[in-house]
């Protein structure tokens, strides 16, 4: 019988007698000797998405899900979000245990975004006119259909700070 993916992570002791974290920098550092590791070097490379993984005994571990464990000696139920945006900022006060919602609606308006607002789109049937919608649980809410980009902007951020109160980000 295999292990189960829970069984094959790393527990809280076992993190911090190979690694140093300061929540108040965010940084981890080596502290115990292992082949290829140098003592008090950063461990880690940034991924193609921006995040910091850390490589411990063969598992590759989100830097912000490792700071986790190591300060509440538990794995986060769901995402660990950045308040900040910033995805190398790791320290303590700038995590926050989020579900996978509440992390997507911490993020900024995408670079393909037209209308210059999260949720708001122009239409190819009215050409002339501004959709909003916000997801819902993985469900598409419309919001309306508006005169300017700034109206269904406004809707957007209504919307967004009654579903996802603190987290929801403009």
């Not at 295999?2 to 550092?29: K, Q, W």
């Not at 571990?61 to 300060?71: D, I, T, V």
């Not at 809410?141 to 700070?161: I, M, N, R, V, W």
Request: hydrophobic fraction near 35%; glycine fraction near 10%.
């Amino acid at each position: 019988m295999g292990m189960t993916d829970d069984e094959m992570l790393i527990d809280a002791n076992r993190l911090r007698s190979v690694i140093h974290y300061d929540p108040c920098t965010g940084e981890f550092r080596w502290i115990a000797r292992r082949r290829g590791v140098t003592i008090g070097k950063k461990p880690g490379l940034v991924n193609g998405n921006g995040y910091r993984e850390i490589c411990i005994d063969g598992r590759l571990y989100s830097a912000q899900r490792l700071a986790w464990l190591y300060m509440t000696g538990e794995w986060p139920d769901g995402d660990v979000d950045h308040r900040d945006m910033d995805k190398l900022n790791n320290r303590w006060g700038n995590l926050r245990d989020a579900s996978k919602a509440q992390n997507q609606a911490n993020t900024s308006v995408r670079k393909s975004n037209t209308s210059g607002f999260k949720g708001v789109f122009a239409t190819a049937r009215h050409p002339d006119r501004w959709l909003s919608q916000i997801r819902v649980n993985g469900i598409k809410k419309h919001l309306g259909t508006f005169d300017t980009p700034e109206q269904a902007g406004a809707a957007y951020a209504s919307a967004l700070a009654e579903i996802h109160g603190e987290f929801g980000r403009i």
